[in-house]
């Protein structure tokens, strides 16, 4: 209120009113009284009453109309400036300058609380946060503390003691509590607001000016829902910090503590996801080591593709950005893309060989020729006791041992699946296989219960003879309904799923084309990606991160929608998993570390991509972005070894 307004109480104004109508009407009365009759008197009497009634009240209401409307406004969340209600009735006057206030306070009060409910950085609303409450407090500083990781000692998150702005993360000293001055240690053990002054070497001793030692100190704890302290509010003032600006502090701070025990929880929950990544990449390394570092190089190149996208100014990616949340997306996406992994057994992912299953059974393959080279010996030394020609029958033996031993060698050459297998090679395999050996043990004993109930009836009488390289039915593992897809999955996986789990026929394994795989292995292995979208999709993720599944599970599908495990075409695939897919391939390519094959050079590698842009399999913009961007050489230097990276002309692949 304007001290250096005039008002007056309400009941002394009506009085001086009162008195001034009673002189006039008086005075009227006197100069007219002779001439008017009773009648006409009293009527002039009230009418006179009435017209300075009228006045009075209507300098007494039309503030309170004012005020009436400003208080309907306040109730439709206008806080908008107006001018202050003004009364020559102090009451009045008192009442209008009291609102003003309370909707100032209220205002900044929605401010302050409508910047902390939205900041998603608390780090930088900690500085802002304490200017605003120095402000409020019209303090000469203040200092926020939060407690630090073990929950008792404090460490200063803002300081503002130059009277500009705030700054953060000063470098104070940490409080522990039997080092805390009085003061302080009683605001954190009572969990109060504590006002009092600190002695210039307990100032000192926390880094502050000791010539704060003349002016009040406010400490106000704040503290989450369930009363445990997550930091203090030191506030330094001349003069006293009235009651009524404690309490607005202390509404604020409050909300401050809110937020921050909401931001607390947010960093939590960050740091839940992080530690599960953490942990699904280890599994995967210790479980493969080849495919964890596969697992850490797709996403270092995914986000050097994305972050030149974000920086492209022109072509089609000048509009392309991503914000901090889009980021985290897709950096959870990068790490966990292949996460489905942990479940695909080692075997099969790291399978080096055609008839490797838990180990290589050529193995096995190598004893049976073994018998039969044993056997020949066997036949020469019975030939020669039974007055066999002996150079005859050296030269049968020595002939059916070296044909044995060139038999293998090109069974061995068939199972390492280094070259395509022709037909004449498939034939040639087959004949090998019709050799005979001869079987005295029986093949069912020492077998565990799964391995038994695969195998139907008894079994032949011994001894038996059997082909050299068998399919046998116990082979053919069966696929049970658990590993199947139904057709109205909520996914929508569209695979084509063999009718085995898996086929470990010895024909059927070293007879593959190409590579080491067979049909069932190959399903198991991208089986991967149904397991990966699966996980994913299990998890609570916050809305932010709801494309994660969506990005991870995209990087193995291809533009024409002949891709799997939901066959989506190129209008139905994210760009950042189409960022993925270019990074997975060309990592795939020029990994060095895989049993199965080596890394191939960046030459070999660009011309297997550029065939896949032309078939329509991977995004051709985002490869002219990889190619042109120098993402490739700096990938390159980091990655690969010294020999793999040849010469290449970019121009040659774009």
Request: hydrophobic letters at 45%; a negative charge.
């Amino acid at each position: 209120m304007d001290n250096k307004r005039r008002s007056f109480p309400f009941y002394l104004y009506i009085t001086l009113l009162s008195v001034a109508l009673v002189i006039i009407v008086g005075q009227v009365l006197r100069a007219f009284g002779d001439a008017l009759p009773g009648l006409t008197e009293f009527a002039l009497l009230v009418a006179a009453a009435a017209v300075v009634a009228a006045l009075v009240s209507r300098r007494i209401v039309a503030p309170l109309v004012q005020l009436a409307r400003e208080a309907e406004a306040v109730r439709r969340f206008d806080f908008s400036d107006h001018p202050v209600v003004r009364s020559q009735v102090r009451e009045i006057d008192e009442l209008g300058s009291a609102f003003d206030l309370m909707r100032d306070a209220v205002r900044r009060f929605l401010k302050i609380n409508r910047r902390i409910a939205t900041e998603t950085d608390f780090a930088a609303m900690r500085p802002w946060l304490l200017d605003k409450l120095v402000d409020i407090a019209s303090a000469r500083g203040g200092v926020l503390y939060l407690v630090d990781d073990s929950g008792e000692a404090l460490r200063a998150a803002a300081l503002d003691l130059e009277g500009g702005r705030a700054k953060d993360a000063p470098e104070l000293p940490l409080l522990q509590p039997e080092a805390m001055p009085q003061l302080l240690e009683r605001a954190r053990q009572a969990m109060r607001p504590v006002t009092g002054h600190l002695q210039a070497e307990e100032l000192r001793a926390l880094g502050l000016d000791p010539g704060l030692a003349s002016v009040a100190m406010l400490a106000l704890p704040l503290r989450d829902r369930s009363e445990q302290l997550l930091g203090m509010l030191v506030l330094f003032k001349e003069g006293v910090i009235d009651a009524t600006t404690e309490g607005f502090i202390e509404a604020v701070a409050a909300s401050a503590a809110t937020a921050l025990e909401t931001q607390a929880l947010l960093a939590q929950q960050k740091a839940l996801v992080e530690a599960t990544i953490h942990m699904v990449a280890n599994a995967i390394d210790a479980k493969s080591p080849y495919t964890g570092g596969h697992c850490s190089r797709v996403p270092e190149l995914t986000f050097m593709l994305a972050q030149a996208a974000c920086d492209a100014t022109d072509g089609p990616f000048a509009d392309f950005h991503l914000n901090t949340e889009q980021w985290e997306a897709l950096r959870i996406a990068g790490w966990l893309h292949d996460c489905g992994k942990v479940i695909t057994p080692e075997y099969v992912v790291d399978k080096a060989t055609k008839l490797e299953t838990v180990y290589n059974r050529l193995h096995e393959v190598r004893t049976r020729f073994e018998v039969l080279k044993r056997d020949a010996d066997i036949t020469y030394w019975r030939g020669c006791a039974e007055g066999g020609d002996e150079p005859t029958l050296r030269a049968q033996r020595d002939a059916e041992q070296a044909a044995l031993d060139a038999d293998f060698a090109f069974v061995a050459e068939c199972n390492i699946g280094g070259e395509y297998l022709d037909e004449v090679r498939r034939q040639r395999l087959h004949l090998i296989a019709q050799r005979r050996w001869m079987r005295t043990l029986d093949d069912r004993l020492g077998l565990s219960r799964d391995e038994l109930a695969r195998r139907a009836g008894s079994g032949p009488d011994l001894p038996v003879e059997e082909c050299l390289l068998m399919d046998k039915p116990e082979h053919r593992i069966p696929r049970t309904d658990a590993e199947r897809i139904p057709e109205d999955n909520r996914w929508g996986f569209r695979m084509d799923v063999p009718e085995l789990l898996y086929n470990h026929g010895e024909l059927h394994n070293l007879g593959i084309s190409r590579g080491t795989l067979t049909a069932e292995e190959r399903y198991k292995i991208n089986q991967h990606m149904v397991h990966t979208i699966s996980m994913l999709g299990e998890l609570p993720l916050p809305r932010h991160l709801r494309r994660v599944p969506e990005i991870a599970g995209g990087h193995h599908e291809k533009l024409d929608g002949t891709g799997y495990p939901r066959r989506l075409d190129r209008s139905q695939l994210a760009i950042e998993a189409r960022m993925m897919a270019i990074a997975d391939i060309f990592e795939a390519l020029t990994a060095a570390d895989r049993p199965y094959k080596p890394g191939k050079t960046l030459s070999e590698a660009l011309s297997i991509m550029a065939k896949m842009c032309n078939e329509q399999h991977i995004d051709r913009e985002l490869f002219e972005l990889f190619l042109r961007s120098g993402i490739l050489f700096d990938y390159a230097h980091r990655f690969l070894r010294p020999e793999q990276v040849d010469a290449v002309c970019i121009e040659s692949y774009l």
